[in-house]
Every structure is written in C-alpha cells, then in structure tokens.
C-alpha cells in the first residue's frame, strides 16, 4: 500500500533497540502487550533523543492502545497517545510536541524538498486509515528550513504551519533565504500520504533568491536568479 512506500529507501537511522512483547491469558481474557525502547535516537546523524513505544490490547473494545515519547536530555520533546482498531482499520492519535526536530520529516516527505532542519512545537490530532493519514492542528517552527530541491535554493522561517485534514496552509509566512532576503509565503500543499502532493502557493518579496542551481544539476539551465514581484507556485508533484 501507499504507507509501505516510505520503507523502501533505506533509512539513515541510528540507535539501540531494546524491549519485549508478550500474550497473557487471565481466565480466558486474552491480553498482548508490547514495550520498544530506541536509546540515543538520531536521524542524518541529527540527535532525536531516547524513544519508547508502549503497546497495550484493549480486549473489551478491540483496539490497540499506544503511547510514544521521545526524551532529548531533560526535556519531552514528543508525547503521543491513541489507537488503532485492526477491525475498521482506522487510528486516532493526539500528539504533543516541544521542540522536536524537524528532520524526521524526510522520512515521509521523500520529494521536491530536503534539508529539513529547526524545531517545531505544538499540537497535532493524526488520524484516517494508513493508506489515508489525516492531521488537525498547528504547530510552530522555530529556525525551521529546508530546501527546495528543483531550484537549490534553502528558506528559513519561524512561523506557524496549520494543518486540516490532508492540506497544509500556509498563512502569511515571513521567510527569508541564506542572503538574508525576506518575503512572505501563502498557500496550501494537498497531499496524499505525503505523496501526489498539489501545490497551491504564492510568494512576495522585494528581492529572494529564485534559482541556486550549478551545471552539475542541469547543464543547459544553471545559475543564481535573484527575483522580486509575485510567484505562484502550482502543481502536482
């Protein structure tokens, strides 16, 4: 399925791997617990903390319970909790997040972008089915970025991402490229399990790095292009 598609480029994961799993039977009540950790967590060699998993079967109403935490030092940088029910193949998780590190974001936007760097923070209801995840909530970037793959040019921000659904919106976002030019970014990206995203955005600015890119990228079309006035950005990709 569609979910699958993620897992298969390898992933530059690091850490160590511990934990159990079990089945119990209480006077004839079946119960499967499971509980993973992944000690000194990193991703692109970029330090995401210590993780658990912790699974637990809810025989009277027939879901998996899970709850997932991430530690980085003294700080819970991510706390989730929810289930998901195997009979209606749906999942309903709230996540809670304080400057977790943004790039753990390749691993499921695998196209057009790359680079994600910076913290966000905030709260996210996940949700659907895994061949349809769906998001509710915001969360804010704290010196996030990343690139823009086809023209090599990187942006920054801190600012708010709102998310509903399967759409991101992007409301009147200040970002500003290494030169340290700023304009500001509108729109939405739709998407389908991260994937045959269409775009839907615009920028403004006085003066913004539009194009990066050197021969090695694209031999008859390479170059620096500094750009002011409006672009729209649309699409599927």
Known sequence: GKFSNYFQKELPLKGILNGSA?????????????????????????????????????????????????NSGNRQSLYARGYYDPVKNEFNYDANFDKFSLVILETLIRKNFSNF???????????????????????????AGLTVDYVKVSYHFTDSVRFSGDTIHFDNINFSDIAGNRGIFNGTI????????????????????????????????????????????????
Request: proline letters at 2%; charged letters at 20%.
């Open 117 to 143: 760097h910076g913290e966000s923070s905030g709260n996210l209801k996940i949700y659907g089915r895994p061949d349809k995840i769906l998001m509710d909530g915001k969360l804010e970037g704290l010196n």
């Open 190 to 237: 739709v998407h389908d399990n991260f994937q045959n995203m269409i775009y839907n955005l615009s920028v403004t600015s006085n003066k913004i790095t539009a194009i990066n890119t050197t021969a090695g990228n694209n031999p008859r079309f390479y170059g620096q292009v500094i750009a002011n006035g409006r672009l729209n950005i649309t699409g599927r990709g």
């Open 22 to 70: 079990g089945l119990v039977d209480f006077y004839g009540k079946r119960i499967l617990f499971s509980n993973f950790n992944i000690d000194d967590f990193s991703f692109k060699n970029r330090e995401i903390g210590d993780i658990t998993l912790t699974n637990q079967w809810d025989t009277d109403e027939s879901i998996l319970n899970s709850e997932l935490k991430a």
